[in-house]
Nanobody, 123 residues
Framework: QVQLVESGGGLVQAGGSLRLSCATS????????MGWFRQAPGKEREFVAG????????GYAESVKGRFTISRDNAKNTVYLQINSLKPEDTAVYYC????????????????WGQGTQVTVSS
């Protein structure tokens, strides 16, 4: 089992920044690909960013490329999502997830999920 707890969400004005964190416990963090997903009101959950076991591979949804950066610190069992130049359409609940694959972008590839943290961007 892997437990994940997100933090760092909040209310921010458009153009602002946030840094989301996801602390994990349980099985070896460094053996999991980590991902961030988000779900806006009335919409399906979507992939935002992913990072491989070692951190050597990362990927992003087109809508966030150049604004979001995913990183991980295996010594701290934590994955981060730096969000810059926030837009109102980034408003969503952001979820952290863990996958046993080397790298994954699909929701069904992720076995463990956090409870989510709310990000609200005002215009």
């Amino acid at each position: 089992q892997v437990q994940l707890v997100e933090s760092g969400g909040g209310l921010v004005q458009a153009g602002g920044s946030l840094r989301l964190s996801c602390a994990t416990s349980g099985r070896t963090f460094s053996s999991y690909c980590m991902g961030w997903f988000r779900q806006a009101p009335g919409k399906e959950r979507e992939f935002v960013a992913g990072i491989s076991w070692s951190g050597g591979s990362t990927g992003y949804a087109e809508s966030v490329k150049g604004r979001f950066t995913i990183s991980r610190d295996n010594a701290k069992n934590t994955v981060y999502l730096q969000i810059n130049s926030l837009k109102p359409e980034d408003t969503a609940v952001y979820y952290c997830a863990a996958s046993p694959n080397y790298y994954a972008t699909r929701e069904r590839q992720y076995d463990y999920w956090g409870q989510g943290t709310q990000v609200t961007v005002s215009s």
